[in-house]
């Protein structure tokens, strides 16, 4: 088959393109012909050599990168998507353009002769137009592209991120503060800001975002 494949690179070591190219050399080598993105970025200029995964991108290499990998997608027969696209938002948009374009989209296996796990992944496509979503998804998924999208890159992972502002605050204060309580205290300051301008929708959605981080943060700490 002519594949395709998908998988999580932000905030990932070399943003995973050692990944992506174990796993296009293994398919390769069964018989598949596979399109990386982690080649076509590198076709376009992009080193990825001693990256961390989180330096933030520009608006022109995402307009790229985006264009390319939905280019490519039109000339494969089906997605392959690696351990960790379901935390992608890049990942997750190529298979819900894959769907809508009839693709099959099938988990890679470097267990199974053919490199794909025997069964397709039944991805069902999620359309976000205005119409299919209601005030409560907008809110919901706006924070998903925030805390995910164009800010987890900017920025950083939140985790580091706000342990790193927990440093910052605790040595000002004397105190000791944790990231979750980073989280926490931003989503009294988006309270505020509510409370002063209910209306404002930015404000609602950031609170879900820093709510979304401070779990992130806690959960880490509790495992």
Not at 112 to 129: N, Q, Y
Not at 171 to 194: N, P, Q, T
Not at 199 to 210: I, N, P, R, V
Request: charged fraction near 25%; glycine fraction near 8%.
């Amino acid at each position: 088959m002519r594949l395709y494949l998908a998988g999580p690179m932000t905030g990932i070591h070399e943003f995973n393109f050692p990944a992506f190219d174990r796993a296009a050399e293994l398919l390769r080598d069964v018989g598949h012909t596979v399109i990386s993105p982690a080649d076509l970025d590198r076709a376009g200029g992009f080193d990825e050599t001693g990256c961390t995964g989180h330096e933030p991108l520009t608006q022109s290499q995402r307009l790229q990168f985006a264009r390319q990998d939905i280019d490519a997608l039109l000339k494969v027969d089906a997605v392959a998507v690696l351990p960790g696209w379901e935390k992608s938002t890049g990942a997750r948009n190529e298979t819900r353009i894959a769907t809508m374009l009839g693709l099959k989209v099938y988990a890679y296996d470097p267990s199974d002769p053919t490199g794909l796990a025997p069964e397709w992944l039944p991805i069902v496509a999620e359309f976000s137009g205005k119409a299919e979503r209601n005030a409560r998804a907008d809110i919901l998924l706006g924070a998903e592209e925030l805390v995910n999208g164009d800010r987890n890159a900017q920025y950083g992972d939140p985790r580091q991120d706000f342990k790193r502002t927990a440093a910052m605050w605790g040595a000002y204060l004397g105190a000791e503060i944790a990231a979750h309580d980073v989280a926490a205290m931003m989503m009294l300051l988006k309270a505020s800001r509510i409370r002063w301008s209910p209306g404002k929708q930015d404000s609602w959605m950031d609170a879900a975002g820093y709510a979304a981080c401070g779990w992130d943060c806690a959960s880490e700490v509790a495992a």
